[in-house]
């Protein structure tokens, strides 16, 4: 009895902690089917006493949110490639061979994480200006690649440091060249580590707004967050139902592509169990 008691206490602190992580998105979904007398008003209900569409459809038409939506798709691709194919070598190198390469790399990577990116927003902005790339999705993409870069380099030499040398060693004693070796050793066991990094670099680009903010002028190139800023008036009057409704359909793909590169990881984590 006790011990039934018990399992029901702890389901019942799990769904109270589900709810707990979701009252915000349940929140502003809501949000976003209400109608602007009821969001302006002063009741408080999780329920419309009105269901409206009307704030998807301003959403979309208003702000060119579709179009942002591809500049942001664009850019966290684009991004995401690039920091996947510079720190999965750089990272095997870090976690693999010693002495100064490891020691400036790992200092490299501590240094970039404390700095605020305030203060390398001015450096940025210049260097990229020089190279003509502002207001530029490529000057974006690069950007968000550098600032990407350094703690994806560390949290993915982290799981290649976890795969066993041996491993390595085996193989070459067993005939296999290096390139096989990586290929059919070391980066199917590095699986996770990689739908990991992706994910990071993908969400991270996906909700970066200050780099955007500064370096994007140009309309037809503004991302997603730089567009639901848009809903602040100059006033700073807020449509608050087409600004909940568009930062709904903006999570979508990000929900997307983490419901598909969680399944990724899964399956990555088995295999590497199996394998190891």
């Not at 194919?85 to 095997?92: H, N, W």
């Not at 440091?161 to 060693?169: G, R, S, T, V, Y």
């Not at 096989?180 to 996906?206: C, D, N, R």
Request: charged share 10%; proline share 5%.
């Amino acid at each position: 009895m006790t011990r039934t008691l018990g399992r029901i206490g702890q389901y019942v602190l799990l769904a109270a902690f589900i709810v707990f992580l979701a009252f915000p998105l349940i929140w502003l979904i809501s949000c976003s089917f209400k109608s602007s007398a009821e969001l302006n008003s002063l009741s408080v209900n999780i329920i419309p006493q009105q269901f409206t569409a009307s704030n998807y459809s301003v959403a979309l038409e208003k702000q060119g949110l579709i179009r942002s939506a591809v500049n942001s798709l664009l850019v966290a691709l684009a991004s995401t490639l690039l920091v996947v194919a510079i720190s999965l070598p750089a990272s095997y190198l870090l976690a693999r061979f010693g002495g100064k390469i490891r020691a400036i790399g790992s200092a490299w990577v501590m240094v970039s994480q404390v700095f605020p990116v305030i203060l390398i927003i001015l450096p940025l902005f210049l260097i990229l200006r020089a190279m003509n790339l502002t207001d530029s999705l490529v000057g974006l993409t690069l950007v968000h690649t550098t600032y990407t870069l350094p703690f994806a380099l560390w949290m993915l030499q982290g799981y290649v440091a976890n795969i066993p040398f041996d491993l390595e060693e085996a193989g070459a004693m067993d005939g296999a060249s290096r390139w096989t070796v990586l290929m059919k050793i070391v980066f199917p066991l590095l699986a996770p580590g990689i739908v990991a990094t992706a994910l990071f670099a993908f969400v991270s680009s996906w909700n970066e707004f200050f780099f955007g903010l500064v370096l994007l002028q140009s309309p037809e190139n503004y991302t997603l967050p730089i567009t639901l800023k848009m809903f602040i008036g100059g006033e700073g009057k807020v449509a608050l139902g087409p600004l909940a409704a568009g930062s709904v359909l903006a999570a979508i793909p990000s929900i997307i592509f983490f419901t598909i590169m969680q399944r990724k990881l899964i399956s990555g984590m088995m295999a590497g169990a199996v394998k190891g």
